[in-house]
């Protein structure tokens, strides 16, 4: 610690840290509670919801009735393929920008980030009649080659920040010691890189996970991810609360545990070069 | 030769294969009735060797995902769940096939014939109805008669107001009346266009011109908001059916107007605490009977983009019959078959001494005439939805601003002033008014 805090303005700080943390927490908490209720209970009011007693009978009913297993497995093969086409396209791309700038470099990094300002919906016709004639439709690897378009973007930006502190000395110093470019990127950069590289690559595991406009729209029920799982469960006529919030539960556990263990990593990331 | 034959016959068997065991997909919603199709559908695969992949949406989601794959003619869909308000425009599109031909022992005449004709286009029925409901007086005959209060074989709005005022007592969280507040074209606006067509009002007139801030609809939503302010639950600008649905359920509200659908749920001991003390009457009515229930059916279709039309025939004609009908009531109770479809359901003595509300019912669904739907004559069909694309957009921008005069944050002559004008903005960017 640079300054000296008193106990009180650490206590203060503490408090605060902890309600904001459980204030952005409380929904998924809440979804967690109300799957294991009974649908009657779950509409009262949160006192009596919290005091009414608690049943795994959702769960019960939203594995008889779904198949979580296939939908867990294309939202796997989904966001984590997406995630690996994408940094394979995307850590060439970065080194070229960080490294060997060109005139235009940064009006094609706008550019880039630009395609993520339009509304995905705007271009839903197009794709759709490509995915149809390509036969794509509802199949894994369309639905991880959309992932990948989409996020790359974003996987570029990010690869091309963390490259920018690497000092582009090193880069030479191989250069001199006669790698080839393949190496240089491979063997010296990359190792450099790893928590850069690693914390987009979580990121953009989520992101793909929890991606709900495409999976949606371009799935009907072979390559149908968990986003579709938890649509199912949501009626316009009846009560189906607990029952959604089951499903939600199950949908995002994975992600939540994924996220829990890499946290640390994630962070170190995310904060990477913003401390100098 | 040898290899000739092994080929030939491995064509073959390849091509009966084929034959014998398609993969159809069927894009439906998660309601009640569509989750017992789903349990019971593998009697049909069993019966006929096919599979059936499921895809269940949010209703919205579904309209826009199925419209998407319609109008590309992506062909991922062989059967389709589609409400009443959309058959009659996609089938008029082309975008359905004609099920005129689900087989000779599918009888035809024993659909009621109004929920038959809301699902034809150019007089050929282009969705088989799985399920339909029209609206209905729900009230709590026990507090009724506590209060000395008798609710008549055909209500009034007016005496409905009466009743709802004797019937609220907040102090113990007991409310005289529930009604939609939550906006949108199938929420708020589902009750509110019947409340607008008993007063005599109508959407639009033989022109099409708007007629939002006509004097019917200033007298329906001033009746409207004022009974809901004095005697309706706190909060009613966010009660949907699911939310007006479970107060009444745990007690909350004397008189609830909504779905028929609704009455085997509250009439269900396991969901309701209050299935024995509930009665039924018709839709209240005011200056006219015309268009004061409403009708909707769920019913099936079959894109015309599919390619195993037949196979998707077959399923349909299996899940709309008869036999079904029974099939559902004694595997999953009485009270739990697909209502408002057929007659012979009705006829079932099992049907009618497990559901005393079945007479209310069919009466609501038979005189509910989305062909008339108002006191004068209009241009459109459909009673709480008008059946052109436009009317998801006006009627949910109209149902915001009503919603908004509930709240208290704008009055109703306003709130109707700027429906109208939205109305008419939209209708003359339609090309309609003539």
Not at chain 2, 130 to 144: I, V, W
Not at chain 2, 238 to 255: D, H, M
Not at chain 2, 396 to 406: D, P
């Amino acid at each position: 610690m640079a300054r000296k805090t008193s106990p009180t303005q650490r206590a203060v700080v503490t408090v605060a840290a902890w309600s904001i943390g459980f204030l952005i927490f409380l929904p998924i908490l809440w979804t967690v509670i109300l799957s294991f209720k009974s649908e009657t209970d779950a509409i009262r009011t949160p006192l009596q919801v919290l005091s009414a007693p608690w049943t795994t009978a959702s769960y019960a009913e939203v594995q008889a009735r779904s198949n979580y297993g296939a939908h867990f497995m294309n939202s796997v093969i989904i966001s984590v393929g997406s995630t690996v086409l994408a940094l394979i396209v995307a850590i060439p791309a970065a080194w070229a920008m960080a490294f060997q700038p060109g005139r235009r470099t940064k009006d094609l990094l706008m550019w880039m980030l630009s395609t993520k300002m339009m509304p995905a919906v705007g271009v839903l016709i197009p794709i759709y009649l490509m995915f149809r004639d390509f036969g794509l439709l509802d199949t894994r690897i369309g639905l991880t080659v959309v992932m990948t378009l989409i996020n790359l973007p974003i996987v570029v930006w990010m690869l091309y920040t963390y490259f920018r502190e690497i000092p582009s000395e090193i880069l030479e110093a191989a250069r001199m010691d006669g790698a080839s470019l393949g190496k240089e990127i491979l063997y010296v950069l990359t190792p450099m890189a790893v928590p850069g590289i690693a914390s987009t690559l979580l990121l953009n595991v989520i992101l793909a996970w929890n991606e709900a406009f495409w999976t949606l729209q371009l799935t009907t029920s072979k390559a149908a991810p968990l986003t579709a799982f938890i649509a199912s469960y949501s009626s316009p006529e009846g009560l189906f609360y607990a029952k959604l919030s089951a499903a939600s539960t199950m949908a995002i556990a994975p992600i939540l545990i994924l996220g829990w263990f890499s946290q640390k990593q994630l962070v170190r990331g995310l904060t990477f070069g913003a401390v100098k | 030769m040898k290899l000739k034959t092994a080929l030939l016959a491995a064509t073959a068997i390849a091509l009966t294969g084929a034959a014998q065991a398609e993969e159809l997909t069927i894009a439906t919603v998660n309601n009640g009735d569509m989750i017992i199709m789903q349990k019971l559908a593998p009697e049909w695969e069993k019966a006929t060797g096919h599979k059936i992949n499921w895809v269940i949406l949010e209703e919205n989601v579904l309209r826009q995902r199925v419209t998407t794959d319609i109008a590309t003619k992506g062909g991922q869909f062989d059967i389709m769940t589609v409400g009443s308000y959309e058959a009659p425009i996609w089938g008029k599109q082309g975008w359905l096939m004609p099920l005129d031909d689900l087989g000779e022992d599918y009888d035809y005449g024993d659909l009621i014939p109004s929920v038959a004709a809301g699902l034809s286009a150019d007089g050929k029925l282009v969705a088989a109805p799985f399920y339909a409901e029209s609206s209905f007086t729900m009230y709590r005959k026990d507090l009724f008669e506590a209060a000395g209060l008798t609710m008549p074989e055909q209500p009034t709005y007016d005496q409905i107001g009466e009743f709802a005022e004797k019937l609220t007592d907040k102090s113990k969280e007991q409310y005289g009346i529930c009604l939609r507040g939550k906006p949108g074209w199938g929420e708020n606006m589902a009750f509110l266009g019947t409340l607008v067509n008993t007063h005599g009002g109508q959407w639009f007139d033989m022109n099409w011109q708007p007629q939002i801030d006509s004097q019917p609809w200033q007298q329906a939503i001033t009746y409207y908001v004022d009974l809901m302010t004095k005697y309706g639950p706190p909060g009613a600008v966010s009660n949907g059916f699911n939310e007006n649905q479970a107060l009444f359920q745990t007690g909350k509200c004397a008189i609830w107007i909504d779905a028929t659908s609704a009455a085997g749920r509250v009439y269900d001991p396991k969901q309701s605490e209050v299935a024995d003390k509930i009665a039924f009457a018709p839709a209240p009515q005011a200056v006219t009977p015309a268009g004061s229930a409403w009708f909707w059916a769920w019913s099936l279709a079959i894109p015309s983009s599919s390619t195993k039309a037949d196979v998707a025939k077959s399923f349909i004609a299996w899940a709309t019959s008869k036999d079904y009908v029974k099939l559902v009531g004694e595997n999953e109770g009485w009270v739990a078959v697909p209502p408002g479809t057929r007659l012979s359901t009705y006829a079932l003595p099992e049907y009618q001494e497990a559901a005393p509300f079945a007479a209310t019912v069919l009466a609501s669904i038979e005189a509910a005439d989305p062909a008339k739907p108002t006191k004068d004559p209009v241009p459109y069909t459909g009673i709480q939805y008008v059946t052109i694309p436009e009317f998801q957009g006006i009627g949910t921008v109209v149902g915001q601003q009503i919603s908004a005069a509930l709240a208290g944050q704008t009055s109703v002559e306003a709130a109707l002033k700027a429906a109208q004008d939205y109305a008419a903005r939209e209708m003359t960017r339609a090309g309609y008014p003539k």
